[in-house]
DNA sequence: CGCACACGTTGACTTGGATCAAAGGGGCTC
DNA sequence: GAGCCCCTTTGATCCAAGTCAACGTGTGCG
């Protein structure tokens, strides 16, 4: 066993970067894939990048050549306006995809940052589209990969623009609850690991709304939250309130 | 050369539904292909559809089968809540694609509704990623439409999430110069072919604001609007609208 | 281990845009 | 070509969320 190593040198890194060993493949690109098209995708995701919290993944402006897989950790990205104000246009976590609005002009149009130490899987788009020409099922997975952004985007959009500020707040936790759920965590309690303010960016909301709205659900029940820590108490109160009262 | 016709009968509606004889090339998915390439292209977009003014392209939760094409025409998206809310999640002119958020799914995830008389080229999704996986330019070139759209998203959730009401106006305004002097109509000056309610919906605004915005912008000199006619007198002065005050 | 600083909460006041209301104007139909 | 209906404009009032301000709180750095 000790002397494989010298006959074939398999390094860590390259142990590492396999998708055909990841748990993440039902959340990830390889959804739907054989094991011999996973083993395909292997040579394609190259490399791994490990990010602190507050680095950069890539900036708007930046050159595009590879879309990121989130492989641990949690994601922001922002968009800025000349004069200085911010918008957060999303936030990802284990599985989802980073990078896919740099196709359109081949140069990132946001930023992308890291709200926790993390860790991507690089894919660079060249490989990405030569091995979808190969493989049907990747080629079609990816395509709803890219449309089910643009469906959330959507929704997004019916959030900032129909809303009020509570029906937004429990829409976002509401998304959150099911995404971690969706990844084997709690449906009801969770850590956020965004700032308030980054909460109200997201939502087209000022931070002292959101510490209110997050207050005011508390004082009903709804749910129980302390700082960064958020537990869902009542689940249908909060689908309830997205349910009704027209925009003020 | 005459009795060719006969040996190969070419009616007219296969005359008129070719990408090869299209005037919309350079705006709509055949840009960049060669000339061989876009006669492929002709085989797939196989039928066209005409709308009258009103009429649904499709709608939230059916199948989803194939993308359109504007081939002439109007169009917006609307996605709406259980409790009737209504939001505009875009305006499609000649060119641009219609049904991308149905892939996802494979059911359409928001209506389109013709706002003018319209034609629409419907190209069957399946076979658009068959010949995808053929020719390496209309994937790459269907990659960069869909990316394009998720960074259009990106712009509106700014827009919603930081801009004023006359800013959003303005936004709005100036987009729709910019696609009309794509397509070869003058800059300054065009009809809106929705409402100030759909606009509204569309800029997260009541109707009275638009309207109100509108009045502002003439009494300011910066267009001339009547109605649904608008003619615009000082670009530079709506930029500069833009990219001032925050966010009140 | 303590101090600083970024983050979060809460209160008082302001305001931009929503709401309610009412009165033109255009264009399509019959 | 008359009438109707939808679209639009404008005014008066209201309210949700923004702004300004001051005070907690937790955490990470030296």
């Known amino acids: 066993m000790p002397n494989r190593k010298v006959v074939q040198?398999?390094?860590?890194?390259?142990?590492k970067t396999a998708c055909s060993n990841c748990n993440l493949q039902e959340l990830c690109l390889p959804l739907g894939l054989s094991h011999e098209e996973v083993e395909k995708l292997d040579e394609l995701v190259s490399t791994r990048r490990r990010l602190k919290r507050g680095e950069h993944l890539y900036r708007a402006g930046e050159a595009f050549s590879a879309i990121y897989a989130v492989r641990s950790g949690f994601f922001k990205t922002d968009v800025l306006l000349e004069d200085g104000r911010e918008q957060v246009t999303g936030f990802?976590?284990?599985?989802?995809?980073?990078?896919?609005?740099?196709?359109?002009?081949?140069?990132?149009?946001?930023?992308?940052?890291?709200?926790?130490d993390s860790e991507v899987c690089t894919i660079p788009f060249s490989h990405l589209e030569g091995l979808?020409?190969?493989?049907?099922?990747?080629q079609h997975h990816f395509h709803k990969v890219m449309s089910r952004?643009?469906?959330?985007?959507h929704g997004v959009m019916m959030l900032l623009g129909t809303m009020r500020a509570e029906e937004r707040l429990a829409a976002f936790l509401l998304n959150l609850s099911q995404r971690f759920t969706a990844r084997g965590y709690s449906p009801?309690?969770?850590?956020l690991r965004m700032t308030r303010e980054e909460i109200g960016s997201y939502l087209g909301l000022k931070l002292e709304t959101v510490s209110r709205a997050f207050s005011r659900f508390q004082e009903e029940g709804l749910i129980a939250?302390?700082?960064k820590h958020v537990r869902i108490l009542n689940t249908p109160g909060l689908k309830r309130l997205m349910n009704h009262h027209s925009h003020g």
């Open 225 to 227: 939250v302390q700082q």
């Open 149 to 153: 952004e643009i469906v959330r985007d």
């Open 132 to 138: 979808s020409r190969e493989i049907q099922t990747l």
């Open 188 to 191: 009801a309690e969770f850590y």
């Open 92 to 116: 990802q976590m284990t599985g989802e995809l980073l990078g896919l609005d740099g196709i359109s002009t081949e140069l990132h149009s946001c930023n992308s940052v890291a709200l926790e």
């Open 9 to 15: 040198p398999i390094t860590l890194s390259v142990i």
